[in-house]
């Protein structure tokens, strides 16, 4: 299966936030859409960071309150790893694990196409799992 699979099933739509956003507007957009990250765009379609729950708490806890004066293209993450809706998942979750983040942009070239989480990874690597199963027990219940 493909990351493809993945955004026909969740939607390709992605919350963005301009690069001179202030860090508690991107909080609270996270908190109304109920998202752990959110692609930081100029003209949302190219990806120029990205931002976490992670660097939200972590810079809390460097510099207190003082870092919600910040802005997004202070704190986000600018060399932003993505995938392509070609990619298989198994591969793309190797990736999330092996480079500990919980949030991948898909993009289509250059333009951003879509984003999965970890637990989107998760969730459809494990109905995969269940259909072989479900299969092979079906197999075995034939031959027997």
Known sequence: MTIATVLRAKGR?????QPNTP???VA???????????????DGQHIDGIISERD??????????KFLRKTTDQVMTRSVLTCSPSDKIVAVMAVMTRRRVRHLPVVDGDRICGIISIGDVLKNRLEELELETNVLRDVYLARH
């Open 28 to 42: 609270e957009q996270m908190r109304v859409h109920g998202i752990g990250a959110v692609v930081v765009s100029a």
């Open 23 to 25: 860090i508690l507007e």
């Open 13 to 17: 739509h992605v919350e963005t936030t």
């Open 56 to 65: 939200i708490v972590l810079g809390l806890a460097h510099d207190g309150i």
